[in-house]
């Protein structure tokens, strides 16, 4: 039987820790293949939520973010085009692994077909079993940064999202708390559970981990460790592309009270992350 993809490179999260820069860099490698969507959340919708990819969401998708979003005077045919085709495959009927197939439309030099979707993360362990013995190679990227300020970080970009950033300045501890230990929100800081679900199904060489830290004081390191991660040749990113910042929050002072409030889960989000093999970076609180 034949494999779904011959290779197929997932970055997983976590979420506010630098992957939507990740993203931006790796896009311009000519080994890899990106769709329209960045975040295609495919693996979660066929494990997790089934309502996730719905036919009245994905027009929504495709209404908002491809259709209506050239301008005639100033578009490229050809890439038009190109995307149409992409769009009218996102919106086939029957959401399946085919589905999720013909969204890569690849050339020849191509290598992987890449998926950045943080609710990735998220799925259950015996998933990615599935999805292992489905591909001819899977590479999966896991990165993590210092909890409390990816906590504080992810609390004021959904707010700012949602339109209450307002509560940033109003909110007091117990509001905090409560928020933090909403599913949508607590659930990406528990890197222990997504590397134990890694670690116990999937061969060491499928998959890595890195730290938002260690990026931020190597980027063209880090970005060569994952070119070898891939075994893909080493690209040139452009410089003023490297210092670029993507989907940053709001500036606002993180609470004095705020780390206290997370305390006890650190200092055990900690321990499971040196458990499972790794060094934390002395740049964590």
């Known amino acids: 039987m034949s494999k779904l993809f011959d290779n197929l490179f997932l970055s997983i999260g976590a979420m506010k820790a630098g992957t939507t820069w990740l993203y931006a860099m790796l896009e311009r490698h000519p080994q ?22 719905s036919e009245v969401r994905r027009l929504q998708n495709a209404r908002d973010r491809y259709i209506f979003r050239f301008e005639p005077e100033r578009s490229n045919i050809d890439r038009v085009r190109h995307n149409l085709r992409w769009v009218s495959n996102y919106l086939d009927r029957t959401v399946d692994d085919l589905w999720y197939r013909n969204l890569f439309m690849m050339t020849t030099k191509q290598v992987y077909a890449c998926d950045f979707s943080n609710l990735h993360a998220h799925i259950p362990a015996h998933a990615w079993n599935h999805i292992h013995d489905n591909c001819g190679r899977l590479r999966v990227l896991y990165t993590m940064r210092d909890p409390v ?29 409560k928020f933090l230990r909403l599913p949508h929100i607590w659930d990406n800081a528990e890197y222990g559970k997504v590397l134990r679900n890694l670690k116990s199904t999937l061969p060491d060489e499928c998959w890595k981990v890195i730290f938002y830290e260690d990026v931020h004081k190597n980027q063209r390191g880090v970005l060569h460790e994952i070119e070898d991660f891939l075994q893909i040749e080493h690209h040139t990113y452009p410089e003023a592309l490297l210092a670029r910042r993507f989907t940053e929050s709001s500036k606002h002072e993180m609470p004095d009270f705020f780390p206290g409030l997370i305390a006890k889960d650190v200092d055990r989000i900690r321990s499971e992350v040196e458990a499972a093999g790794f060094s934390i970076p002395n740049d964590w609180g």
């Open 149 to 177: 300020k990816r906590l504080w970080s992810h609390t004021k970009f959904h707010l700012q999202v949602s339109g209450q950033i307002d509560n940033i300045t109003t909110w007091k501890a117990d509001d905090y708390s």
């Open 32 to 53: 890899l293949h990106f769709t329209a969507e960045k975040e295609l959340h495919y693996f979660y919708h066929k494990y997790v939520d089934s309502g996730l990819l």
